[in-house]
């Protein structure tokens, strides 16, 4: 635990409309001590996902926060990337525009960092994974006892036992470096996976919206600005008058373990064909009688339930009440 019994966490992330309102959750978690932050490609390139936690940590008023810049091509150096800017805009935030953060990332790699942070930290360190798992797959090639010296690994990715939300088989992370994934959940870190069907239970309404626009609270004002293209993205998309938490849900669970249910079995990733990406859970009940792909690999736990109305009614708090 870090200072004062806090757990102190690692934000692996590519802000992110979502991720921007997980990112104030987490800084205004009193239980943690967010101790960095590492940048990748998913809703924006890592540039700009560097660009965007440089400048939520000045919104915040934490520049003390080191960024770390991420890995800019997959784990296998693909350079044609899946990036969502459709959903959270050209620039992430909304397309607001805002101006440069004066921040900068520090000359380390993620991975470097990773490595680095678990071991002056050894079994202490929660990192929370909101984007494509390449940095921590990196991490892992770096150091390869960087499983056992991780505390834990929170990861938004997934979609366990429902469609994804690419395409029917798989989810935006982990189908963003299929390879990466498959690396960091066969390692034998200790992994909670926070899947789309868990994120898509957890939403955060039209009145949601009207409280924080009525909210006083730095947070909430700078989401007002920045929540507009998301919900329409969800109206069209989904026709649902609210948004998914995907991201601040992976980060309650970092917090607060104890409001989700989670079922322990080994999780294979897909990585060739239509299913590239698919997230295929084996609970090791069954004994096969031939080996498999799933056969001796280490198991992780995935969540099967969530008390959505106490999720959001935390991230409602964490917001508002600044």
């Not at 409309?17 to 800084?27: E, G, H, N």
């Amino acid at each position: 635990m870090g200072e004062a019994g806090k757990k102190k966490v690692i934000i692996d992330t590519d802000p992110g409309i979502d991720d921007a309102m997980a990112i104030f959750v987490a800084l205004n978690s009193p239980e943690i001590e967010v101790i960095g932050m590492t940048t990748i490609y998913g809703n924006v390139y890592t540039t700009l996902a560097t660009r965007n936690a440089l400048h939520l940590l000045e919104v915040a008023g934490r520049c003390d926060v080191p960024v770390a810049e991420g890995s800019h091509v997959t784990l296998m150096k693909t350079t044609k990337l899946r990036i969502a800017s459709f959903v959270h805009g050209t620039d992430g935030l909304g397309n607001q525009n805002f101006p440069p953060p004066n921040g900068q990332p520090i000359g380390q790699s993620a991975a470097s960092f990773l490595v680095e942070q678990a071991n002056l930290y050894p079994g202490e360190v929660t990192v929370v994974a909101l984007g494509p798992l390449t940095n921590l797959a990196l991490a892992i090639e770096e150091d390869p006892d960087f499983p056992k010296k991780v505390g834990q690994i929170v990861i938004l990715g997934g979609a366990f036992w429902v469609n994804g939300n690419v395409n029917p088989a798989s989810e935006a992370n982990i189908f963003g470096d299929p390879e990466a994934a498959d690396v960091v959940f066969t390692c034998g870190a200790d992994i909670l996976a926070i899947g789309i069907n868990i994120t898509h239970q957890v939403i955060l309404k039209d009145a949601d919206l009207e409280k924080i626009e009525k909210s006083n609270s730095k947070f909430a004002q700078y989401l007002c600005k920045i929540l507009g293209l998301y919900f329409s993205y969800h109206r069209e998309a989904y026709h649902i008058n609210g948004v998914y938490l995907h991201d601040p849900t992976t980060v309650i669970a970092a917090i607060n373990p104890s409001l989700l249910t989670y079922m322990e079995g080994v999780v294979r990733v897909q990585t060739s064909g239509i299913t590239r990406g698919l997230t295929v859970f084996d609970n090791t009940k069954k004994r096969y009688p031939e080996m498999t792909p799933w056969t001796g690999k280490p198991k992780i736990k995935v969540a099967v339930t969530v008390d959505a109305p106490a999720v959001v009614q935390l991230v409602m708090d964490r917001l508002i009440n600044t």
